[in-house]
């Protein structure tokens, strides 16, 4: 029997933060400074939802120059910076 669709995205998602965890490891953090995770759902909310959990002092997100579809719909960046209880760096 094939994969249903949540074994699948669980696989990705395992081997995404997988990925992640081996780029973290090229800034030779001390494992108890980072943590690594990948989840589902809108980036606003799921960012955000994070940063409370882990009692963030700074969200650091990079931001892109807007485009046209950004001036009417807003960016990821825009909404956090909108949304959130903490500071939050943008970089370019």
């Known amino acids: 029997m094939g994969?249903?669709?949540?074994?699948?995205?669980?696989s990705e998602q395992d081997k995404v933060t997988n990925q992640l965890v081996d780029i973290i490891k090229d800034f030779n953090l001390p494992k108890e400074k980072f943590t690594a995770q990948v989840v589902m759902g809108t980036p606003r909310d799921e960012i955000l939802r994070i940063a409370d959990d882990i009692q963030a002092d700074l969200i650091v997100i990079g931001s892109?120059?807007?485009?046209?579809s950004t001036y009417f719909l807003?960016?990821?960046?825009?909404?956090?910076?909108?949304n959130s209880k903490i500071s939050v760096l943008t970089v370019r």
């Open 3 to 10: 994969f249903g669709f949540a074994e699948k995205a669980d």
């Open 64 to 68: 892109r120059r807007p485009g046209m």
């Open 74 to 82: 807003g960016s990821t960046a825009s909404m956090i910076i909108q």
